[in-house]
């Protein structure tokens, strides 16, 4: 996403589904992850005739509501969404004219398309070509289509792949930047989008900025700390620019490469303490290596409102801590919805008993470390006060810094007020009435000013900047094998002094851009780029001329730096079609991916792994839980709900292993681990393969691990975690685990 | 709401998830035993393209309750808005409700036998029961009595897709009027062209 047009995020809203004729939803199952915003699909299928099409391995409660459903093989959607595109070049249906002047190396994607033909396509996902014919028909005819998906496009050795296919789809039907179109990545926790933004990740500082040195630099005079000390808080300076380790392997930090295991680059070192704020790790794959991983840690410190049950996993006796962190009523702040918008939340009550926020617990562990001052520096600058206020100093700093992603507009003043005033906007468009006039609710990002109202639509040109308009962002350079990389002639926002492309904003070319001339006084408080220019001169000066900070520029189909330059089909590395397997083989196995080797190809080619285990294996949510689901299984109703953790799987499959509805089965995975689960008969899923949910934990290979919970805390409901058996396989580019689409092999218990 | 008003649940099973935000929000304002399940959603042909469908069911407060025609200690009263409700102190846990209900929504303890220990439970549409309003007893009885506030009943002031509907009869076959009539909209009345049968490339 980030990588064709400027942002990783969703370019729509919930509430702008209600505008499309039809819905592709493409690996999500929003009717149990999101069943709240659900309601605006059923919404456009009432008002609006949308057709809704569910393509998922799975059958799922969002396919019960589907017009049209594809049962797809796991791990093959790029051959499915070639397809669609073989299907729409050949009749013409897509948009020629968008195409020439937004988007750069579709000719490359036009004739990977030739080669899958429906035909082919069938033989390769398992949908017949007729299908695929008619929902291509259907999408390519009904504009405007949106494309809705989730972790079923993601979670693959090459769903880096997946997610630049379905923009592509979009961007040859002429989908983007439209009401009622547009790709509608769902996220799936509360404040996702907030805590990415923010950088709970590995690879850049806060906005996205990066781990360069300039970003580095910035980031050091904005926190209001000094550079240096900061570089020397990393063994050397070059530290400071290299990736970490990821939430999908940290394990592998502490294995060291031993026994067998990848190895790492860590500055001859390996990871020895673990400090966790509030992720469910017992939801990650690989659970065994998990295990392996917190048993050989010297401290663990688990931080959450109920027992992390990464406490339970391990078997480690000494130096485990778990702190008692507050909930999200016991606290306040800003939290940022799937869409990109801002809402304010409030404290309820005061943190109860010996819970601290996790604010608290930052602070507390900064002031033992030795850096608090440092650590709360930034919150003071901008009004150069003495002491801060919690948390509104926190988000003021974070409007002052991040301009990336237009967070100038965010100040906790007017986030305060937007929430207070939530019943002054309309649902659909999200626009305000009354005092609220001139802005979107939640000031969907970016919000370029401090009066800015907020972007709801990615990359619409039909509204001017001023009123969330923008092209696509020029992020890839100017220019890319002799071709111009800036939009055509003609595809401005509306109401630009520039009628064409434009590059991005920057000190030196603002004058010539904007057909302005700064002052000596702006000339001097102005920053380098609209990125580091914290005086705003560049961001004011863009609306008043109607134009993008960001530039406006092509998106792109082909990404240069990849390892596949446009996606590429690869069979997952434990594939059920061993005769795929050669004709698509995967990436070369890669060293130092986020600090540890990974296997691709020499891990797919081991042995033929469907001789051995010959079901694919998909995992996925339930609508009472959520991530590992520590809280709601400690709730008596949500419990009760699914008492006891299962696999779907369909009676033909299991009455050839004897297996009857609600007896005990093994599923084995090709790493050598086991769990033990209740059968749970189910048409949902088809002959080769199984469904699991991913949120159990408390039992571990067929042993019952309840006699570790502290007194009290055992929840009403424990089981096997999935993801003992889910495979080994990760990401090419991200590292997130291939959980949807290993192989096992299952058997009576 | 009109004088004459009368109260009324439906599900739209076109809009309904089997998310069961319902039954467990009702379970969780009345604080129930594990066992009783004064709402339930009940899914049809699970996993079955075209044919699954999911409906929350729940006391349908029926003008002509069958459950008050038989109750023997005549442990049933029907409110002017046309809730039906019962008086615990005067049931005898006969279970005679429970065959007579077309829904099977009278609920039952199990940690006892009928009769010894069990009182039926019911939905109240939030309306507590005999006691005094908002009193103590009628809390530890029926519930919370969300209506005696002018609030919603708490199943349908959940649910995430407004499938489950409540309130005046009259207004509530409106919004569902209003949804059917709409659906459909946009779609193509006119007879098929040459460009729609043949394409415009012709």
Redesign the interface.
Known sequence: MANTWGYGAMTNSLGDIQNA?AIIIFGANP??NH??G??HF?KA?????AKIIVIDPV?T??????DH?CQIRPGTDIPFMYGMLNLIFKN?WHDEKFIKDRVYGMEDIMEEAKKWTPQKVADVTGVPAAQLIQITTLYAKSNPGTLIWAMGLTQHSNGSSNTRLAPILQLALGNMGIEGGGTNILRGHDNVQGATDMACLSDTLPGYYGLSDGAWQYFAKSWGVDYDWLSGRFKSKEWMGKKGFTLARWWAGVLDGKDGNDQIHNAGTNLKNLFVMGNGITSIAQQAKVKEGLDNLDMIVLCDPFVNEAAILTDKQDDVFILPAATQFETSGSVTATNRSVQWRSKVVEPMYEAKTDHDIMFELAKRLGFYDEYTAGMKIKENKKDFTWPEDATDEIARIIKTIGLTGWTAKRIKKQTENWHMFDQISGRGYGEMKGEYYGLPWPAWTETHGGSPLLYNINRSVAEGGMGFRNRFGLEHDGHDLLAGAGSAPKGSIQKDGYPEITAENIEKVLGITLTADEKKRIGKNWKVDTSNIIAEKCMEQGIAPYGNAKARAKVWTFPDQIPMHREPLHSPRSDLVKEYPSFDDKENHFRVDTKYISKQTEKDWSKEFPINMVTGRL??MNGAGMENRAS???A??TPEMFCSIHPDLAGKHGIRDGSMMWIHSPEGTKIKVKAKY????PEDRIFMPFHFAGHFQGEDLSHKYPKGTKPYAVGESANTVTNYGYDIVTQIPETKGGLCRIEYA | MSENARLKFYCDEHRCISCDGCSVACAEAHELPANINRRKVITMNEGIFGLEYSLSIACMHCTDAPCEQVCPTDCFYIREDGIVLHDKDKCIGCAYCLYACPFGAPQFPADGAFGVKGVMDKCTMCAGGPEETNSHKERELYGQNRISEGKVPVCAAMCSTKALLVGDSAEISDIYRERVLSAGHGAKIQPYGWSTAYGSKI
């Open positions: 004729k009717a149990v069943p709240v659900f309601q059923l299928k009432e008002r609006n005739n059958f409660k969002t396919a019960a509501k589907a459903y013409g609508v009472n008596k109703y949500l009760a709900l189910s048409f949902s899923v």
